[in-house]
């Protein structure tokens, strides 16, 4: 072998050791501190996902249907004055919670005094004008989500809407 081979083999291991430093360099160093940087942003900014409590509380309100007065069941009450009675064929509740039906179907009792309550305030006449029985349908929302406890900020998930159909208005004899 001569001289020259000697170093050009010098020269090429050199070449060869000093390679590797730069892959470190340029490569490996870069990733290993925006992997830091990456990690040290991510826990003291958080996740970008908001807490159970509080996605639940913006999500809107689901809508389940809740029956007090079964549709054929013919539930008769009392109007002012003791004369005249309501026969109502149906009466359906929509809430905004799974808590608020099961709510209204253990606190039946309670809400059927209410309505009770409710219809013994009113006459002939305010059952058969859509003024009248607007009027009554708010009513009854507010009287169940009494009873139930939805009420403030938790009435979006109490009674949204009422749906009663009004049979008949009668005189009792």
Same mark, same amino acid.
């Given at each position: 072998m001569m001289p020259e081979d000697m170093e050009s083999q010098v020269d090429q291991g050199k070449k060869k050791k000093k390679g590797v430093p730069e892959i470190v360099k340029i490569i490996i160093l870069p990733l290993i501190v925006s992997l830091v940087v990456s990690l040290v942003v991510f826990f003291f900014l958080g996740s970008n996902s908001q807490p159970q409590q509080q996605a639940e509380a913006v999500k809107n309100p689901t809508q389940i249907k809740a029956v007090v007065v079964q549709s054929g069941t013919y539930q008769t009450f009392l109007l002012k004055g003791g004369r005249e009675? %309501? $026969?109502? #064929?149906? @009466? /359906? @509740? @929509? $809430?905004?919670? *799974? /808590?608020?039906? &099961? %709510? $209204? &179907? *253990?606190?039946? #009792? *309670?809400?059927m005094d209410a309505l009770a309550t409710i219809f013994l305030s009113k006459e002939r006449f305010d059952l058969v004008t859509p003024a009248g029985i607007d009027l009554l349908k708010k009513q009854i929302r507010e009287a169940v989500n009494q009873v139930t406890g939805f009420t403030g900020e938790n009435e979006k998930f109490g009674v949204l809407n009422v749906y009663i159909y009004i049979k008949a208005v009668s005189t009792v004899q």
């Open positions: 009675v %309501a $026969v109502i #064929d149906s @009466l /359906t @509740l @929509l $809430v905004g919670s *799974e /808590t608020c039906r &099961a %709510a $209204v &179907a *253990e606190k039946n #009792d *309670e809400i």
